[in-house]
């Protein structure tokens, strides 16, 4: 299976016009990916039962309108609501992902409504642990993890949808997806649920679609759980791996596996020009709709990565397509990632990252085969930090540090895991020669 883009992309590296390497699907089956957050337009709700009234989760899974929102549980029964109002202005990012190869391939959908299971609380329920002597791995990470995790759901006029959070300040900053907060467009509204069940109303500080990040703000939040944020740089293949989150609208809901990959190049978005691309943790634990922006967390409880994506599989005729849920395949954005962007946002308002100042494509080997075998650039901007380090058009960029690169995503997704400022050595291909030259990489927001 080969995936082809729309052209050359343009931004710090490069947007894929080549293949990704991804493996050919069994025949009749086409891979396709998708983000564990989908808004969709709500749809008239059948008569439901439980009280409190419950938002069942999204990516197809339409929530009631936000003016009657749930109450806070028994627990906090009595407390005033926190006011605010939603301060944001940005572009929606298409919630479909791909990996690494083309920018113009598919997109996926997740399933409907028709399929989701009746939810009968609308409360969170703390993580603890009754018997020490028996608790596993996961049961001490999600006892440590689980108070910082929310659930925010978002309204707009036209859609409504909940996704997950992580806890930054105990004063009410939180972390989540770009695309969880996205569509709550200008006229939309925030309200994040924390792990005790109280429901707080929250304003977005600031975006990164680039890097799919967001920070909320509670208002009149005081004395929340920060999450510990681990060195995700240490991040290991094989290390225990716990998501905590609300798929399809279960709050505190915890999955466990391993870390499947790392430095995982991993592109969402429809085409060149919302393209989002991410160095990703993947892992095996159960990622569903309603993870996004959930925490991935390790052994100790401590967060290394923001839960992102999700991959799943098509089967049908074209135009015919049927989605599954988590077949264990699910991307995170490093936690190392999310602290420095998540930082910039509450400082500034607004996030950079590392800009090297090419556009390039998924270099084909000598037979002209689409196999991948670097990122060939084919055009270097003025004055960036390409242009300084000599790189030019037809170089093709092999490995960047110690990173092997095959396809134009790959340089992407390895040049946005530095910080600006950062040098790198970058291994090039010119005129059927390999040499290095070291870079100084610059800024863009």
């Given amino acids: 299976m080969s995936e082809h ?93 791909l990996i690494g190869g083309g920018a113009g391939a598919g997109v996926a959908t997740l399933v409907d409504d028709s399929s989701a299971p009746a939810a009968t609380s609308a409360s969170a329920q703390n993580v603890v642990i009754q018997n020490p002597e028996n608790a596993t791995t996961a049961t001490a990470a999600a006892a440590k993890a689980a108070p910082s995790v929310v659930t925010i759901y978002v309204a707009s006029s ?19 997806n770009n695309h969880v907060v996205a569509d709550a467009g200008s006229d939309g509204s925030v309200q994040v649920r924390i792990a005790d ?10 975006t990164d679609p680039s890097s799919d990040l967001a920070v909320v703000k509670l208002d009149g939040a005081s004395g929340l759980t920060p999450a510990t944020f681990a060195d995700s740089d240490k991040v290991q293949v094989g290390d225990v791996a716990v998501a905590i989150g609300a798929p399809l609208g279960l709050s505190n809901t915890v999955t466990d596996g391993i870390i499947s990959a790392t430095d995982r190049a991993v592109q969402t978005g429809s085409g060149q020009d919302d393209a989002t691309v991410i160095d990703a943790l993947q892992t ?46 699910g991307f995170a954005i490093p936690s190392n990632t999310v602290k420095r962007i998540a930082n910039e946002i ?26 991948g075998t670097g990122a060939e650039i084919v055009k270097v901007e003025s004055g960036s930090a390409a242009a300084d380090a000599g790189l030019e058009e037809g170089d093709v960029i092999t490995a960047v540090g110690d990173r092997p690169v095959t396809t134009s995503t790959e340089l992407t997704a390895a040049v ?22 070291e870079v100084t990489l610059g800024s863009t927001s």
């Fill in 5 to 97: 883009g729309s052209g050359a992309g343009t931004g710090p590296d490069a947007q894929s016009t080549g293949p990704a390497g991804t493996p050919v699907p069994p025949a009749g089956q086409q891979f396709t990916w998708a983000p564990p957050h989908q808004p969709t337009t709500p749809q008239p709700a059948a008569p439901q039962a439980p009280t409190p009234p419950y938002y069942p989760g999204y990516g197809g899974h339409p929530l009631p309108p936000m003016e009657t929102p749930p109450p806070p549980s028994s627990s906090t029964a009595g407390a005033p609501r926190r006011g605010g109002r939603l301060r944001i202005g940005i572009a929606g990012l298409v919630a479909g992902a």
């Fill in 158 to 176: 036209t859609t409504s949808a909940s996704g997950s959070g992580v806890v930054l300040t105990d004063d009410g900053y939180v972390v989540t």
């Fill in 197 to 206: 069940g109280t429901l707080y109303d929250a304003t977005v500080v600031g």
């Fill in 284 to 329: 095996d634990a159960a990622i569903n709709p309603g993870n996004s922006g959930g925490a991935l967390v390790n052994a100790a409880g401590e967060i290394i990565g923001i839960n992102s994506a999700i991959a799943t599989v098509a089967s049908g005729a074209s135009g015919s397509q049927s989605q599954s849920g988590n077949i264990g395949v």
């Fill in 346 to 371: 509450i400082d500034t308002g607004k996030a950079t990252r590392a800009f090297l100042g090419v556009s390039a494509q998924t270099a084909a080997d000598d037979q002209n085969r689409e196999v």
């Fill in 416 to 437: 946005r895991s530095y910080a600006p400022g950062d040098k790198v050595k970058l291994t090039v291909r010119r005129d059927g020669q390999t040499d290095t030259t």
